[in-house]
């Protein structure tokens, strides 16, 4: 059980595109999502912390209007990558816990993004 | 912050010999705190976990070891194999279930 999923697994976009992201919880109902960032041989980073249904909260130095989140159901967040540039190129990472957990959280695959 | 050129330190061990990471932690405050393993490409993978109140907690071939007074973590695996190989993260749970993740230590099994 707790699985995540994330799609696309990568893509890649030309500079100034904008990019959707999806994590879904397939078998958990994840009132909270959490969405990270990992460069290459670096640990993770969270961006950003999602509540069902109401705004994001963003960590100090992430743009909330370059990266758009969105948690408009229990079981998926999206993260939009807007305007895009080749420093955004990363590896976008989602977790989510669920409505009868307090503080486990559970990953997604990932999303390897280049931008070109 | 993020740093370029960074390089995980790494732990060579022989498969069959335990294996043992260490990680520091920042805040002294924080309850709980996690292990991950994470493969080449792939999410991290909850390994175990181990609340503030515990100094010791086992799981199948994992131990996990809590030292509150230097605030320090470490993940004892037992006959390592060649599967085992990964990255390995600590993270401690902050306020509001935040996760800040540990800078990561590679594991390489050698057969």
């Known amino acids: 059980g707790a699985v995540v999923s994330q799609h696309p697994s990568w893509v890649i976009c030309k500079s100034g595109t904008s990019v959707k992201i999806e994590c879904r919880s397939l078998d958990f109902q994840a009132t909270t999502m959490f969405w990270y960032r990992q460069f290459p041989k670096q640990s993770l980073m969270l961006m950003a912390t999602s509540n069902e249904g109401s705004k994001a909260t963003y960590e100090q130095g992430v743009e909330k209007d370059k990266f758009l989140i969105n948690h408009a159901s229990l079981t998926l967040s999206t993260l939009t990558v807007t305007s895009a540039h080749p420093e955004d190129s990363s590896f976008y990472i989602c977790s989510g816990i669920g409505v009868h957990s307090t503080d486990t959280q559970y990953f997604g695959p990932g999303t390897r993004l280049t931008v070109l | 912050g993020e740093s370029v050129g960074l390089h995980l330190p790494t732990l060579s061990v022989q498969e069959g010999d335990n294996s043992i990471i260490n990680c520091a932690y920042s805040?002294?405050?924080?309850?709980?705190f996690i292990w991950y393993k994470q493969e080449s490409g792939k999410g991290p993978q909850f390994i175990i976990d181990?609340?503030?109140?515990?100094d010791k907690r086992q799981g199948q071939r994992v131990t996990v070891l809590l030292n509150k007074t230097v605030k320090h973590l470490s993940l004892q695996i037992a006959a390592t194999q060649p599967g085992d190989s990964a990255v390995y993260f600590c993270?401690?749970?902050?306020?509001?279930?935040?996760?800040?993740f540990g800078a990561g230590t590679i594991l390489r099994v050698k057969s």
């Open positions: 805040n002294s405050a924080s309850d709980y």
């Open positions: 993270a401690e749970n902050m306020w509001g279930n935040k996760l800040v």
């Open positions: 181990i609340r503030s109140n515990m």
